[in-house]
């Protein structure tokens, strides 16, 4: 079996698109073939590393040239792991078939048929036990979406009332200095129909003027163009 507590990690090491299955007579078994690894000695001379032989003679003078040391790494071992898995989500199934010496697995493609029709059966209740969990599990995130939704509801309409509050407040405030205005230009009016005409014409004048430029004081106005919270949050 493969050791738990490996010398290297290879991150990028190449894995199939799609994994391949035999399907046995209730449940789908997945199948696949691997080199093995060994951990060997290797002695790095001349910038590369290879095996470490004990047996050849070894000359002090030529390690000292060369700079040699020594390591453990993992190579090819040339012999292969058939591995079968469970394909199905959330079912942890795994067993595994090492060619010890030559043609060794070949002499138990019999047992690894046999072994797929087996496990097939076995799996079959982690199968239902794992498909079970998982609607719950989709239930309980349908229930955590509904209620995320719902406080969101809540939270934007608040938040629309209390735009749609301040903006009618800004708007009665604005109303309210135009409606001072307006009084103070109708006491203006006022005044001038007491003045001489020479007087009255020039100030009538003005008194247009600031009348164009103040523009229309209808409530209804501002009320017309006021954004409830149902035009703020659809």
Partial sequence: MPRKEPNHRY???WSPDRPTVVYGPDAAIGLTIVEMSELVRVRYVNGEYVKDEDDRPRSRSRYLSDRSWTTDKDLP???FRVVLYSPHPSVDWMEAFDEKSAK???SRIGRIASRVKSASKELVPQIEEARRQARIAHQAFLEQQRVWQEKEHRRRLLEARQESEKRLRQGIAQWSDLKALADFLETA?????????????PMAERLRLAREMLGSIDPLEFLRDWRTPDDIYK
């Fill in 104 to 106: 060794a697995l070949e």
């Fill in 11 to 13: 991150p990028m090491l």
């Fill in 189 to 201: 009016e006022k005044s001038i129909e007491g003045l001489p005409p020479e007087t009255a014409a």
């Fill in 77 to 79: 071992s040339g012999r």
